[in-house]
């Protein structure tokens, strides 16, 4: 377990927020069973009191035996949705150098052909 994690976890926030979905979310964790093993580490720290402990314990129980395959299915499909926005932006942006570049190159061409004139 990293002391990131530790310290995201110990932060007072008012209410309970160390969840398995948030600490996902929050690291950007991709991987199902290193976020799990990550998670379950984090709930062993005998730096979280006994009792928050036990409760976090519960809730990801509840949460690995009924909402787990429906979050990492959902939380996929929006991965694969940003990586495929990130591609489509990245061929925007080397298109418009390869516009930016033909545009240059013809007026290069123009340039020489009127010295050739002259």
Do not use: C
């Not at 959902?74 to 942006?93: F, G, I, N, P, T």
């Amino acid at each position: 377990m990293t002391s990131v994690y530790l310290n995201w976890a110990l932060e007072d926030k008012g209410k309970e927020r160390v969840f398995f979905t948030n600490f996902v979310n929050h690291f950007g964790l991709t991987q199902r069973e290193s976020a799990t093993k990550s998670f379950e580490d984090l709930l062993q720290s005998p730096r979280i009191p006994q009792k928050r402990r036990e409760f976090l314990n519960s809730e990801f129980i509840k949460f690995k035996t009924h909402y787990a395959d429906d979050f990492w299915e959902k939380y996929s499909l929006k991965l694969d949705a940003a990586r495929l926005e990130l591609s489509s932006k990245r061929l925007k942006v080397n298109s418009k150098r390869t516009v930016v570049e033909l545009a240059s190159e013809a007026q290069d061409t123009v340039i020489e052909m009127g010295k050739a004139v002259y």
